[in-house]
């Protein structure tokens, strides 16, 4: 937890221990520039020193400490976010992110999280029961001929997203909506749909690595990272699969509030991975760059 400064006074200097920018104080003058580190102050000795310091600028002053004494007000935190559903995807692509941006937008005024169907039928998950179908459904707030005004679009994946890849409707919302979007992101096989949108054209990407055969030959104009839990690309965030879309929103929102990030998965009690690299299940699922072991044949 970071605390207000503190004070350590050595024979040749004083050492301020600094949480955020410090009104400047006649008779010290700054040492060192060094961020993240303690910043040493030295005393002024001669009446000729503290008149010359005083044709420092408060103004330059005030903008050393800010860029050196680290700290800057958090950014700002997109408001309004759209989940695209599509029948069978897999709910934890989508319900994963959205417990951690649902405490995001507690505390984010003006923050909203929508969902984005083709209908405004219910959309299914795909965990199914053999006597009653479906066993999760979503609603969705609009549909994409509403065209609803959106910063960020999340696309989940899932054995759904095979469908939505050749459903034109869906790729030319993505195509269209890309473009005035400030984010796009997606987990698991989610990506393909990016892929076909040609939203990765020429980009770093990574997918599920179980699927990584199937993902990699539905995106040939894709740089795809065999090793990697999320991958970031100017404003393009795709993740691995199914849980690592949870690590992504975190880093997503870490990097503009770490405090509201670290608040949302510490209420939910969730530990993310915070290493981008960190990903054994392309070992596991003995995955190369060309993704040539394995195919998703796994009935889901």
């Known amino acids: 937890m970071r605390k207000g400064p503190s004070l350590v006074t050595t024979s040749h200097f004083r050492w301020y221990f600094v949480g955020k920018a410090q009104t400047y104080k ?3 003058s700054l040492d060192t520039h060094l961020i993240g580190k303690p910043v040493a102050f030295r005393h002024l000795q ?3 020193e503290k008149r010359d310091m005083k044709i420092v600028s408060l103004v330059t002053l ?8 680290g700290t800057r007000p ?27 941006l649902n405490i995001v937008a507690f505390n984010t005024p003006n923050m909203t999280l929508s969902i984005i169907a083709e209908t405004m039928d219910n959309v299914p998950a795909h965990i199914t029961n053999p006597t009653s179908g479906a066993l999760t459904w979503v609603k969705p707030t609009y ?15 899932g ?11 869906i790729i030319d919302y993505v195509k269209r909506t890309y473009p005035k979007l400030k984010y796009i992101m997606s987990t ?13 054209d020429k980009k770093r990407a990574t997918t599920n690595k179980f699927a990584w055969a199937e993902m990699v030959a539905s995106g040939p104009k894709v740089k ?11 404003n393009i965030w795709t993740s691995s699969g199914v849980t690592a879309g949870m690590d992504m929103t975190y880093a997503f929102v870490s990097q503009l509030n770490s405090t509201i990030a670290d608040k949302a998965v510490n209420i939910i009690e969730y530990e993310p991975h915070t290493d981008p690299s960190w990903d054994p299940f392309c070992k596991i699922w003995n995955v190369t760059s060309g993704g040539t072991p394995h195919t998703m044949t796994m009935s889901m």
Do not use: M
Not at 82 to 93: K, N, S, T, Y
Not at 224 to 234: K, L, N, Q, S
């Open 224 to 234: 795809w990272v065999p090793c990697a839990r999320w991958v970031v690309d100017g």
């Open 26 to 28: 006649e008779g010290l």
């Open 188 to 200: 698991c096989t989610g990506a393909q749909i990016l892929a076909k949108a040609g939203v990765l």
């Open 62 to 69: 005030a903008c050393s400490a800010t860029a050196v004494l």
């Open 159 to 169: 054995p759904g997203s095979r469908i939505a890849y050749n459903n034109t409707k």
């Open 46 to 48: 001669s009446e000729g």
């Open 74 to 100: 958090p950014k700002t935190i997109p408001l309004k976010w759209g989940i695209l559903a599509f029948p069978r995807f897999v709910g934890l692509d989508a319900y994963g992110p959205l417990e951690i």
């Open 143 to 157: 549909t994409i001929d509403q065209d609803p005004p959106l910063d960020v679009l999340l696309i989940p994946g």
